[in-house]
């Protein structure tokens, strides 16, 4: 499974068009992470667990639109873009999305 | 007067620790962004056709930065008289920065020369009081490039 930001893959053709693919995922921050985000919001500086929380989800949004993508029958995804939105307050979603392609 | 103290002594610990941490960063941004100039960002979409025997390989970086309480404060005196809100405009930049250095970071450890079609998102984490912007959270996302050499 090829993913990639560009519109294209070098040295590959396009032989099938499947479609838009796309994962997302809503997750929470658990009590203790707020806790000692509240104190950084005194301090400043980088929130290392809300990094760590937001890169795990954004793998679990890949992988689930990388199963989409295999469910079709696809071999890459082209163009993927990445969006977040906060639901309510504590919880984001993080939503990937891209384009299905079998390539040759 | 127990709440006033209380301020004060925040504000004084934000202004303290906030400056010293930005000032630490900004020298780890620095350091770090010159080691990896060779590998550099390009935001076209379409490769040049000299590249196509390649590989490619997704990469991205992400970093949640937070505000001081004494930035937060000096922010809210100036959405009273306007202007430009350089205590946001900091904490913006090194997130920035950051996120393209760890996406670099990531490259490197590819064997990347280039990374291609660079996109940016960012978002508010945390709102605060009176939906004033907590920690921000910027992802930069784009496509390693490793050329191969011509057999």
């Keep these: 499974m090829i993913l990639t930001t560009l519109e294209t893959v070098p040295g590959k053709t396009i032989t099938q068009h499947l479609g838009l693919v796309q994962g997302s995922t809503v997750r929470a921050k658990h009590a203790g992470r707020d806790l000692m985000a509240g104190l950084k919001n005194i301090f400043g500086g980088e929130l290392k667990g809300y990094t760590e929380l937001l890169h795990e989800s954004r793998e679990e949004a890949i992988n689930r639109m990388t199963e989409q993508a295999q469910s079709i029958g696809a071999n890459a995804i082209l163009n993927i873009r990445f969006s977040t939105s906060s639901i309510t307050q504590g919880a984001s979603e993080l939503f990937t999305y891209g384009t299905a392609v079998k390539l040759d | ?151």
Excluded: W
């Excluded at chain 2, 490769?47 to 196509?52: K, R, S």
């Design chain 2, 1 to 151: 007067m127990f709440d006033l103290i209380l301020f004060l002594i925040l504000l004084a610990l934000g202004f303290g620790f906030g400056q010293y941490l930005e000032n630490q960063h900004y020298k780890s941004i620095i350091r770090r962004e010159s080691s990896l100039k060779r590998i550099p960002a390009i935001a076209t979409k379409h490769l040049p056709p000299e590249f196509t025997p390649c590989s490619t390989q997704m990469v991205c970086g992400n970093v949640v930065i937070s505000i001081d309480f004494f930035k937060k404060f000096v922010a809210g005196m100036r959405s009273i008289v306007g202007g430009r809100v350089s205590s946001y405009e900091s904490l913006i930049d090194r997130a920035r920065r950051e996120a393209i250095l760890r996406m670099k970071e990531q490259a490197a450890t590819l064997d990347a020369n280039y990374v291609f079609n660079v996109k940016m998102e960012t978002s508010s984490i945390s709102k605060g009081r009176r939906n004033s912007i907590g920690s921000v959270e910027v992802l930069a996302y784009g496509t390693a490039i490793s050329k191969k050499q011509a057999l």
